[in-house]
């Protein structure tokens, strides 16, 4: 929920991405995108309709060597009564409701279907823009050095990550609480020899209280690291050679960057990361199915696994693979044992898989979930692929699919996966024809390596 409303803020300030706002996962995290703290940028990949920043722990101060004048960049920081403190106000309150009836008649059978459902959301959130301009950095910049010996920039170097310091912030200036409701009732009378009668009803409420002075969305600048005084805010990548040898180097420096927005280029993507994945023993393809499977299931695995993976690919876990989940033991005990470059690559192929899962709500998880237990995944995946070949990035429109391909042995099935397409802005009709939401190729692309990776691993031998 944390998520779904910081992406609706950065859409509302900043709608042309001028700014580079990037929003806050997780409500945990937003303490380390504090002004001067540290972040590397992650793989920018098709899905991602937003750059994604990586916590590091760190804040500009720690990896500064000591200043002959000053040790301290707390005088860099916006005074309370700042004249370039600025706040602002967003509200959004939404209900909708619909209601439908059916009655049905044939021979000796008659049928009455009565349905209402309703979905509110409502929050109204106060905002505080803090920022530190890059002409401040710069007596700082001549005065203290980067600190060359530190464990984490070695470790940057080493790996040829970018390093990154925020430099603006919107913060929560008061409490604020959301609040997303659905209400689902129906009923069913059908009398076929006997009267049968049956009703139902759902319902879901889901809240979330955002603390004072959370950040909800920042943006940040590139730090140059060489020997000498450091550069903010140049763009330039860092000119240390990577010492990584073997297969992993050599497939990160040949691939291309795929171009965004097409079909094509999502596909040579998601195969290229995922090629490790179509290697994998039945019996290790099983255990990887079944940590993702969990993580999908409960929101902590999720987390956890995301961070042992990034932990692996960051080689700062190398003997901290333990953990308490028996869900996700079968897998790092493998993990443990696998020679090191495959180990890179098997990471790097479930980051990314976790990445395009996190993209999706949690209720499109759950329907996945009960999609592979239906069988249905690799049709499902084929249903996502002929949509994207359609140009998504216009506004709204309308195009058709093959109806075949929404021609499933139970109508059940069917409604599923109509229900979860539609989670990613795209609603189908029975005859293929399709509407599309604004901005539908993300959310779509998303879906598509979800469903590319589940039925990679579902169906290896």
Known sequence: MFNRVTQSIVKEMDPKGDRDLVPVHSSFKHEHFKLLCLVTRKKKNVFHPFHCYRRTWYKLDDILLPGKYSNSTESLFPSGGSQDAK???????????????????????????????????????????????????????????????????????????????????????????????????????????????????????????????????????????????????????????????????????????????????????????????????????????????????????????????????????????????????????????????????????????????DELTMDQLLLLLESLEEKIVSQQLQLVKSILEHNLDNKEGRFSVDASLLSFSQERKEKLTIVMVEMSGVKLQKDGSAVYAEAAFSAMAALYVSLYVLNLLSNSD
């Open 87 to 357: 706040t602002f106000t967003i509200k959004q309150n939404t209900c909708d409701r619909v209601d439908g009836s059916l009655n049905l008649s044939v021979a000796t059978t008659s049928l009455e279907l009565n349905g209402v459902a309703s979905l509110s959301k409502e929050w109204s959130i106060k905002l505080e823009k803090k920022h530190i301009e890059v002409s401040k950095l710069e007596p700082l910049r001549t005065e203290r050095r980067i600190n060359m010996n530190h464990s984490f920039i070695q470790q940057l170097r080493k790996k040829q990550h970018k390093l990154y310091v925020v430099c603006e912030t919107l913060e929560t200036s008061e409490e604020t609480s959301y609040e997303e409701s659905s209400k689902a009732e129906g009923s069913l009378m059908a009398q076929l020899y006997t009267k049968f009668c049956a009703k139902g009803t759902r319902e879901s409420e889901q809240s979330i209280t955002i603390p004072k002075g959370c950040t909800v969305a920042f943006s940040a600048i590139q730090l140059v690291i060489e020997d000498k005084p450091w550069d903010p805010g140049c763009f330039q990548s860092i000119t240390v050679r990577s010492t990584v040898p073997g297969p992993v180097q050599r497939k990160l420096s040949t691939r291309a960057a795929p171009s965004e927005g097409n079909l094509g280029a999502l596909e040579e993507e998601v195969k290229w990361n995922c090629q490790i994945l179509s290697m994998l023993s039945s019996d290790l393809a099983v255990i990887v199915l079944k940590a993702i499977k969990a993580a999908m299931r409960d929101r902590k695995l999720f987390q956890e696994l995301t961070q042992r993976m990034q932990a692996l690919l960051d080689e700062t876990a190398s003997c901290e693979l333990e953990t308490q989940s028996p869900d996700l033991k079968d897998l790092l005990s493998s993990l443990q044992r696998c020679p090191r470059d495959p180990l890179l690559e098997l990471s790097e192929a479930i980051t990314y898989a976790l990445d395009a899962l």
